[in-house]
């Protein structure tokens, strides 16, 4: 099992900045892929951001073209945590944000994860941007 954490969530002006954390504990080895999602009111959830974490530590990001350039995905040196560094807010990247875990075997298979891939689920934290 792993159990997920999100947290750094809150209101922000557009142009803002909000640094989310999704900490993980637990079986946390087994969790080498890490997604990042979002939902809006009415609107279906997005994923944002999928990391993948090789067997050698190499860390792999891939991002929704919604927020490239604007998003950074990291980690700590423990690799507990996984951090979403949000620059350039606008309103329409106000949604509910989730980060889950999938075990996968290779980068491809991260990259592609989608619905029961993700085991595990964060409760959400909410970013509200306002214009």
């Known amino acids: 099992q792993v159990q997920l954490v999100e947290s750094g969530g809150g209101s922000v002006q557009a142009g803002g900045s909000l640094r989310l954390s999704c900490e993980s504990s637990g079986a946390t080895s087994s969790a080498n892929c890490m997604g990042w999602f979002r939902q809006a009111p009415g609107k279906e959830r997005e994923r944002v951001a999928v990391?993948?974490?090789?067997?050698?530590?190499?860390?792999?990001?891939n991002y929704a073209d919604s927020v490239k350039g604007r998003f950074t995905s990291s980690r700590d040196n423990a690799k507990t945590t996984v951090y979403l560094q949000m620059n350039s807010l606008n309103p329409e990247d106000t949604a509910i944000y989730y980060c889950a875990a999938a075990s996968v075997v290779m980068r491809s298979d991260c990259t592609n994860a989608d619905g029961d891939d993700w085991k595990y689920w964060g409760q959400g934290t909410q970013v509200t941007v306002s214009s």
């Open positions: 990391v993948y974490t090789s067997w050698s530590g190499t860390y792999y990001v």
